[in-house]
């Protein structure tokens, strides 16, 4: 979600380049210097260049800088821009999207020695005390089923989008959802969904799997627009 203060950037960045002439493919002075010209904090700054990259007004460069226009043929999109740019809710459609053609592949290839381990992290999920180790195991929960298919594209997808769960966009939300819903509550139920996903990979049921993993991130995503948890 852009805020009102990284809209006002964006207004602002758009002014800048207008005023002092920079003509398509010419460089933006470095963030320091912007910042400082704009008024705003580099955290801010960079929301607002990443929604302009996201936008095709202007390209970044890691080493090179920052440059007005659409980036030129044979550019690589830089990974992190996806990230930046994306709302916590945009992740939450990736990860529905993912997730359950994940734990229906694990369904059909989990040994004992994987259930295991995915039934010990929801029990030390369920007893986490505070957000922040909650969090944590939840993502070593999602992280264990992509391990049990053997497929690091899999996991490196996986791995990409929890990479997204640590910045400040996503925190903010999930610190949200967090004290509306209530820590035990939304643990207990988080728990619960969790050892259901388990019990579907340990029979070997797909499609049972890709539901209960369905319907375990539709919950969180419900929660997270503000609708509650679902019955």
Known sequence: MTTKRTRKVMEALRDYCTAAAIAP????????????????????????LAELELAGDLW???????FLGPRPRGHP????????????????QARLTLEPSVAAEAA????PAEIAYLSDL????????????????????HRGIAEVTGNPILLGLLDYLAGARRHAAWQREWEVTYRKLGVAEFTERHSLQHEEVVACIQRGAADAAADAMRRHLQTI??????????P
């Open 122 to 141: 929801v029990n030390r999920g369920r007893r986490a005390a505070t957000r922040a180790d909650c969090e944590r195991l939840d993502a070593a929960f």
């Open 221 to 230: 995503f419900a929660a997270m627009c503000g609708s509650g948890l679902p």
């Open 60 to 66: 970044r460069h890691v080493g090179q800088g920052t």
């Open 77 to 92: 999109v830089r990974e992190t821009i996806l990230v930046q740019g994306a709302s916590p809710l945009q992740l939450m």
């Open 25 to 48: 493919g010419g460089q933006l002075p470095p963030e320091r210097d912007l910042a400082r010209r704009l008024g705003c904090s580099r955290e801010t700054l960079r929301n607002a």
């Open 108 to 111: 059909a290839l989990a040994t």
